[in-house]
């Protein structure tokens, strides 16, 4: 990556701080949580975060989790849960 490159990956970062954001699991769980921080490795930082499940008998489940680190290799998607404020800030 060029320098130039990473500063412009690094702003678009910056702008999903704090934002809310529905991330993917590979094992099927859906966590979501308001982006806290992303490190050199990639992996998500998430607070106020919570698990959405399903089951025969609670088809809309949710678990408070807190804070949470999600590993890279443990994301299938990520997608940002953008409000009509959001829309042209994010780009």
């Known amino acids: 990556m060029t ?5 412009c990956a690094t702003e678009k970062a910056r ?5 809310r954001v529905q991330v993917h699991i590979v094992d099927g769980r859906v966590i979501t949580g308001n ?3 992303v490190d050199k490795q990639q992996n998500l930082v998430l607070q106020h975060a919570t698990q959405s499940y399903s089951t025969i008998n609670d088809p809309t489940g949710e678990r408070q989790l807190g804070t949470v680190i ?3 290799q443990q994301r299938k ?3 940002v849960e953008v409000t009509p404020h959001d829309r ?3 780009g």
């Open 3 to 7: 320098e130039r490159s990473v500063g």
């Open 15 to 19: 702008k999903l701080l704090h934002k």
């Open 35 to 37: 982006l806290s921080c």
């Open 70 to 72: 999600v590993p890279k």
């Open 77 to 79: 998607s990520c997608h």
């Open 88 to 90: 042209g800030s994010i």
